[in-house]
């Protein structure tokens, strides 16, 4: 990257804050060296998202591909509460270890499973992966106390989750965030004065979520569900080479003055 004074520092691979995971939705071979290739330093955690991996072709290629370029890859928890729902956890686990995937994510956003016994399953599953577990439901409408998240998140952290994830979707409408896509703050606020930052994965697939977020809490706070043209933008606002969050990181006396008004915005030429 060209020397350009007043950018926040970054973390680098393998970092343990500042991670972005991005979804792949189903990419081709070809489109998968495209986001090697562009962002190969940018990437932390590639998931497969949902139940795409049974289906798309060349999967086990295209999990190579991402494996030698350093990403932690990973099925979604979708897949595995397919495979957990029918009693198959391990095919499920077979089949990631087919692939030579090292990390999974165990969840509960479609279906049920009682919280003691998901913290037996990351508490076994840790042993011999890196864990992901995911708290929120998919469903709009369900809403979990602050206290459930809190409590959730902590027992899970203690288990042996890597991160825990905040749900979200990829549409970005629930869990964390309200139905028009704002964030939930006081549900955000009472969950951080309880877990440390650093060990949440916030899912933020739209723009104005990822500002936010960067805006609240730096440029080093871990992002999940970007998409792979989501991946350099994402970093720009990171790094406040974007408008969005353009004066994040400039000093004061650099700044002064020099922000738009929404009168000097709109004034006629």
């Given at each position: 990257m060209f020397d350009i004074s007043h950018l926040p520092e970054r973390t680098s691979r393998p970092r343990q804050n500042g991670l972005t995971m991005v979804m792949d939705k189903g990419l081709s071979l070809r489109q998968a060296e495209d986001l090697i290739e562009t962002g190969s330093d940018l990437v932390d955690f590639l998931k497969l998202g949902f139940g795409t991996s049974i289906i798309t072709p060349k999967v086990a290629e295209k999990t190579k591909l991402y494996r030698d370029a350093g990403f932690d890859v990973y099925c979604g928890g979708t897949l595995f509460e397919a495979f957990y729902v029918r009693n198959e956890v391990d095919n499920y686990l077979r089949y990631i270890d087919k692939m030579g995937i090292e990390?999974?994510?165990?969840?509960d956003g479609s279906m049920v499973i009682p919280?003691?016994?998901?913290?037996?399953?990351?508490?076994?599953?840790s042993k011999n992966y890196k864990v992901l577990s995911e708290v929120g439901s998919k469903e709009e409408?369900?809403?979990?106390?602050?206290?459930?998240?809190?409590?959730m998140m902590s027992n899970e952290l203690q288990a042996g989750s890597f991160k825990v994830i905040a749900e979200a979707r990829e549409s970005g409408n629930v869990g964390i965030y309200r139905p028009n896509g704002s964030a939930h703050v006081q549900l955000i606020k009472r969950i951080l004065a309880n877990v440390a930052l650093e060990d949440i994965l916030w899912e933020a697939p739209k723009k104005p979520q990822q500002v936010?977020?960067?805006?609240q809490f730096g440029?080093?706070?871990?992002?999940?569900?970007?998409?792979?043209?989501?991946?350099?933008?994402?970093?720009c606002l990171r790094l406040g080479l974007r408008g969005d969050t353009f004066f994040e990181h400039l000093p004061e006396e650099l700044a002064d003055g020099k922000r738009l008004s929404v009168e000097e915005v709109t004034e006629e030429d």
């Open positions: 990390c999974l994510e165990v969840s919280h003691d016994e998901k913290c037996e399953l990351i508490l076994k599953l409408g369900i809403l979990i106390s602050p206290s459930k998240w809190i409590r936010w977020f960067l805006r440029a080093n706070v871990n992002l999940g569900n970007i998409g792979p043209n989501d991946l350099i933008p994402l970093e």
